[in-house]
T-cell receptor, first 113, second 114 residues
Framework: AQSVTQLGSHVSVSEGALVLLRCNYS??????LFWYVQYPNQGLQLLLK??????LVKGINGFEAEFKKSETSFHLTKPSAHMSDAAEYFC???????????FGTGTSLTVIP | NAGVTQTPKFQVLKTGQSMTLQCAQD?????MSWYRQDPGMGLRLIHY???????DQGEVPNGYNVSRSTTEDFPLRLLSAAPSQTSVYFC?????????????FGPGTRLTVL
């Protein structure tokens, strides 16, 4: 089965600092990859997705992620953290059949003023 | 558009009780799915539907039933609740398949089974 691994269940950054959230996937073929964000007591919303087009994907709120096949990685970055970025972030991958979906365990981002 | 709605927001059950979690969407999406979210485990797919009358199992289907009689509704049934089913449940919908398309999530139902 497809899977994703998120390194670091908790990440803290200072306001204005670089945000880097790590995600590695396991797949024998290039998958479809996603980052979702969950704000406290809310459902998830899509940040960005990779579907085999450009390897650098830009999403909402200034986030971007780069698909690196050689490293089987899809790390999420943002140049300058804002207080409003504090949330839980989930990397996800679709199954080979197209109708299965696997989330990582999530990374909680804290932004320190 | 209301998007994806879920009821109830909170529910407490006793072991062995049954209940139905409701999910509705008004975006005319063909695909709908149910996830459970547990601490340290992310979200796991329970069941999904690719259209009215068609459902299939996800990663953790045991203990749950679904049906899809209309495009709009996708209820999740717990026939005999167990403490292991204590979780937050999210319903989601998408215009196309899970692989390609954005999923739109409801606000969740927090279920506690005593």
């Amino acid at each position: 089965a497809q899977s994703v691994t998120q390194l670091g269940s908790h990440v803290s950054v200072s306001e204005g600092a670089l945000v880097l959230l790590r995600c590695n996937y396991s797949s024998s073929v290039p998958p479809y990859l996603f980052w979702y964000v969950q704000y406290p007591n809310q459902g998830l919303q899509l940040l960005l997705k990779y579907t085999s087009a450009a390897t650098l994907v830009k999403g909402i709120n200034g986030f971007e992620a780069e698909f690196k096949k050689s490293e089987t990685s899809f790390h999420l970055t943002k140049p300058s953290a804002h207080m409003s970025d504090a949330a839980e972030y989930f990397c996800a991958v679709s199954g080979l059949t197209g109708n299965q979906f696997y989330f990582g365990t999530g990374t909680s981002l804290t932004v320190i003023p | 558009n209301a998007g994806v709605t879920q009821t109830p927001k909170f529910q407490v059950l006793k072991t062995g009780q049954s209940m139905t979690l409701q999910c509705a969407q008004d975006m005319n999406h063909e695909y709908m799915s149910w996830y459970r979210q547990d601490p340290g485990m992310g979200l796991r797919l329970i069941h999904y539907s690719v259209g009215a009358g068609i459902t299939d199992q996800g990663e953790v289907p045991n203990g749950y039933n679904v049906s899809r009689s209309t495009t709009e509704d996708f209820p999740l049934r717990l026939l005999s609740a167990a403490p292991s089913q204590t979780s937050v449940y999210f319903c989601a919908s998408s215009p196309q398949g899970l692989a390609l398309d954005t999923q739109y999530f409801g606000p969740g139902t927090r279920l506690t089974v005593l």
